[in-house]
């Protein structure tokens, strides 16, 4: 089984700042990818910013030099540090972790998502 667990949202004033951090973990071979997206009231899933377990980064237009993604991969956790908060920001924010898992000598590639962590920007 794999989990995979966000943590550090909240409420934070237009200007602040919030670093997000999501952690995998199971029967984990290796992460091909891992990412966030988020989904504010109304709107669909949208692409925040991913990371490929080579180091390739790739962000939405709106975070652009606002968000920086990070990773670990030998512990399969990926960080989202968030500046220049704006209340457009505010959404619920989820963990994508596009990993390799092995079971009984196979392997299997899969999408998985967290939970979701709110984040609110407002004065």
């Known amino acids: 089984q794999v989990q995979v667990v966000e943590s550090g949202g909240g409420l934070v004033q237009p200007g602040g700042s919030l670093r997000l951090s999501c952690a995998a973990s199971g029967s984990i071979f290796s992460n091909r990818a891992m990412g966030w997206y988020r989904q504010a009231p109304g709107n669909q899933r949208e692409l925040v910013a991913t990371?490929?377990?080579?180091?390739?980064?790739n962000y939405a237009d709106s975070v652009k030099g606002r968000f920086t993604i990070s990773s670990d991969n030998a512990k399969n956790t990926v960080y989202l540090q968030m500046n220049s908060l704006k209340p457009e920001d505010t959404a619920v924010y989820y963990c994508?972790?596009?990993?390799?898992?092995?079971?009984?000598?196979?392997?299997?590639?899969?999408?998985?998502w967290g939970q979701g962590t709110q984040v609110s920007v407002s004065s």
């Open positions: 990371i490929t377990n080579g180091g390739h980064t």
């Open positions: 994508n972790a596009d990993l390799v898992t092995s079971m009984g000598g196979r392997f299997y590639t899969h999408d998985y």
